[in-house]
T-cell receptor, first 111, second 115 residues
């Protein structure tokens, strides 16, 4: 079964600084990867997804991720964060049509 | 487009009672709906998958008699927590998909507190 590992449980960052959230997946023939954001007491919002094609994926709110097959990674990046980016971020992989989520990374943006 | 709603957003019930949570796809027909449970500061755990008109498929360790799922139409799935206990207190999130392998659209979640 495919799975993902989020390498950082908490990432504190200052406003306007860049941020990278790391995600590694277990190797497989075909991989569909997602990054979701969850604000407190809310559901999940899709940031971006990789299904095929270009390995650099651009999403909403200025986020992007790069699919790296050789390193089995799908790290999420944003060049300049805002206070409003404070949230929980989940990496996920499709596993037999079901989504398997990583443990999540808490991003806290400070002024 | 692709909006999923949940009702209620927040519910408190007494131990031993049952609670029903609704999940609706507002602007599309969802042949497949998923129910997740999330404990504080933890990730989402898939409880079950339901397809319209058929019985739900439960994940290992999830009690099907305790968490009753009904997917009666292409826009509505319900989760009923029967004989609720304090340990059932959690955040329940549903998602909907146009087909079995398609992208999932998530609802805003329901906070259940059992006293």
């Amino acid at each position: 079964a495919q799975s993902v590992t989020q390498l950082d449980s908490q990432v504190p960052v200052f406003e306007e600084a860049p941020v990278e959230l790391r995600c590694n997946y277990s190797s497989s023939v075909s991989v569909y990867l997602f990054w979701y954001v969850q604000y407190p007491n809310q559901g999940l919002q899709l940031l971006l997804k990789y299904l095929s094609g270009s390995t650099l994926v651009k999403g909403i709110n200025g986020f992007e991720a790069e699919f790296n097959k050789s390193q089995t990674s799908f790290h999420l990046r944003k060049p300049s964060v805002h206070i409003s980016d404070t949230a929980e971020y989940f990496c996920a992989v499709v596993n037999d049509y079901k989504l398997s989520f990583g443990a999540g990374t808490t991003v806290t943006v400070r002024a | 487009g692709a909006v999923v709603s949940q009702h209620p957003s927040w519910v408190i019930c007494k131990s031993g009672t049952s609670v029903k949570i609704e999940c609706r796809s507002l602007d599309f027909q969802a042949t497949t709906m998923f129910w997740y449970r999330q404990f504080p500061k933890q990730s989402l755990m898939l409880m079950a998958t339901s397809n319209e008109g058929s019985k739900a498929t439960y994940e290992q360790g999830v009690e099907k008699d305790k968490f009753l799922i009904n997917h009666a139409s292409l826009t509505l799935s319900t989760l009923t927590v029967t004989s609720a206990h304090p340990e059932d207190s959690s955040f329940y999130i549903c998602s909907a998909s146009v087909d079995r392998v398609g992208e999932q659209y998530f609802g805003p979640g329901t906070r259940l507190t059992v006293t």
